[in-house]
């Protein structure tokens, strides 16, 4: 799953896709970045209780400061980056081995690392390693 917020202009587009597919959209009344003033939850809704929480598992979490496009979205999906890509602010692998520390990966944008909470544990991804787009992999 694939979440894009296209702001570059009023109303912006907020774009869904799955499998690299689009899957919908809507339109997003405002502008400019996304403030962020408070932890950023992945796979919950809130810190109000245990309710609204994720039952799956989530590999590969990726935030850019730009919209990707499709294309973009289709060539990486399936593919584990080198953390040094441009316009990538946060990326987390979610394999990183025993402990509660979920590393970021691209350090170019300062640290972020995140914590594993509630039982939260890793499990092996099924992402391939990186390659070049239209390369070996």
């Given at each position: 799953v694939a979440a894009v917020r296209d702001a570059s202009s009023v109303p912006?587009?907020?774009?869904?896709?799955?499998?690299?597919?689009p899957a919908g959209s809507a339109l997003d009344p405002t502008s400019g970045s996304?403030?962020?003033?408070?932890?950023?939850?992945?796979g919950r809704r809130n810190l109000c209780g245990t309710r609204n929480v994720f039952n799956g598992?989530?590999?590969?979490?990726?935030?850019?400061?730009?919209?990707l496009t499709p294309a973009q979205i289709q060539t990486n999906r399936n593919r584990?980056?080198?953390?040094?890509?441009p316009n990538l602010l946060t990326y987390?692998?979610?394999?990183?081995?025993?402990?509660?520390?979920?590393?970021?990966?691209?350090?170019?944008a300062g640290p972020n690392n995140g914590t594993l909470l509630n039982g939260t544990r890793f499990?092996?991804?099924?992402?391939?390693?990186?390659?070049?787009?239209?390369?070996?992999?």
């Open positions: 912006g587009t907020l774009r869904i896709y799955i499998d690299g597919v996304l403030a962020i003033d408070a932890p950023d939850l992945i598992q989530i590999d590969e979490v990726r935030l850019w400061n730009t919209a584990g980056l080198t953390g040094g890509e987390y692998r979610c394999d990183d081995g025993p402990g509660s520390v979920l590393a970021d990966g691209a350090p170019l499990v092996l991804s099924d992402v391939s390693p990186f390659g070049v787009p239209g390369g070996p992999d």
